[in-house]
């Protein structure tokens, strides 16, 4: 049989989520829970900052897909912040593209000394 805890995250980490590195005290204990699965409610989420989204975010939904127990499911999640998950997932998901970097124009130096001789060049 399946046990499942729900957990009010306002209990835990308080009503304003603004610090990333408060997602690693909901992690210790999520980790530290005997059921098969845990249920995190926001229900009482006044405020959250897009980095403490952005943790729980990489934390809760990326890297516990399918491979952690226990399963953690995100419930009640206000709208306000609901958008926030949304901004976040698509930056999350979206590959990166970089742009190749013109190293033509890079002056590269032996010596503190030649750096300064071409400072003195530059017209400011």
Same mark, same amino acid.
């Given at each position: 049989?399946?046990?499942?805890?729900?957990? =009010? !995250? *306002?209990?835990?980490? /308080?009503? =304003?989520?603004?610090?990333?590195?408060?997602?690693?005290? /909901?992690?210790?204990?999520?980790?530290?829970?005997? %059921?098969? #699965?845990?249920?995190?409610?926001? @229900?009482?989420? #006044? $405020?959250?900052?897009?980095? $403490? !989204? =952005? &943790?729980?975010?990489?934390?809760?939904?990326? #890297?516990? !897909? /399918?491979?952690? @127990?226990? %399963?953690?499911?995100?419930?009640?999640?206000?709208?306000? !912040?609901?958008?926030?998950?949304?901004?976040?997932? #698509?930056?999350?998901?979206? @590959?990166?593209?970089?742009?190749?970097? =013109?190293?033509?124009?890079?002056?590269?130096?032996? *010596?503190? &000394?030649?750096?300064?001789?071409?400072? @003195?060049?530059?017209?400011?």
């Amino acid at each position: 049989m399946n046990k499942v805890r729900i957990v =009010d !995250i *306002t209990t835990l980490l /308080g009503q =304003d989520l603004r610090l990333r590195n408060t997602v690693v005290d /909901g992690l210790l204990y999520v980790n530290n829970c005997d %059921e098969d #699965k845990v249920v995190i409610d926001f @229900k009482n989420v #006044k $405020f959250a900052t897009r980095s $403490f !989204i =952005d &943790e729980y975010y990489n934390t809760f939904v990326l #890297k516990r !897909i /399918g491979h952690c @127990k226990p %399963e953690v499911e995100t419930i009640n999640v206000p709208s306000d !912040i609901q958008y926030i998950f949304n901004v976040v997932s #698509k930056t999350q998901t979206r @590959k990166r593209v970089y742009e190749e970097v =013109d190293r033509s124009h890079v002056h590269r130096f032996n *010596t503190l &000394e030649e750096m300064r001789a071409w400072f @003195k060049t530059l017209s400011f």
